[in-house]
């Protein structure tokens, strides 16, 4: 049976929480939400849709997503957040190392087809 564009969002929406509370642990709230908000408004160029993603007090909300999903279902959502999830993974190895991101990657578990190649 096939996911639901909703069950799918809230799949991502918990694997993009998991990656900034565990980040956190390494680099503090402030810098992790200064890094997300900096790709955020990076991939809003390609993707206008993410300027909808909220990263507020709890955590990072994406119902303003699934409210633009109902309208259109032709946003690319698993490229839009395969490139979020990626631009993320690809800053936070350089502040952080290599090493530390792939502890990270593991305790969440970030699908390797989400990583976009990135790997050195």
Known sequence: ?????????????????EMVNVSEKYLGSFSVRLLFERIIWEL??????MEMIHYGENGVVLEGIMD???????IPID???????????EILAKLI??????????????????????KE
């Open 68 to 74: 633009s999903l109902k309208l259109n279902t032709d």
């Open 97 to 118: 190392g290599r090493e530390s991101v792939e502890k990270i990657k593991k305790m969440i578990e970030i699908p390797l087809d989400l990583e976009g190649g990135n």
């Open 1 to 17: 049976m096939s996911e639901s564009l909703e069950e799918k969002v809230k799949r991502y929406e918990k694997l993009i929480n």
């Open 79 to 89: 490229d839009m957040f395969g490139a979020l999830i990626s631009k993320y993974v």
């Open 44 to 49: 809003s160029m390609e993707y206008k849709e």
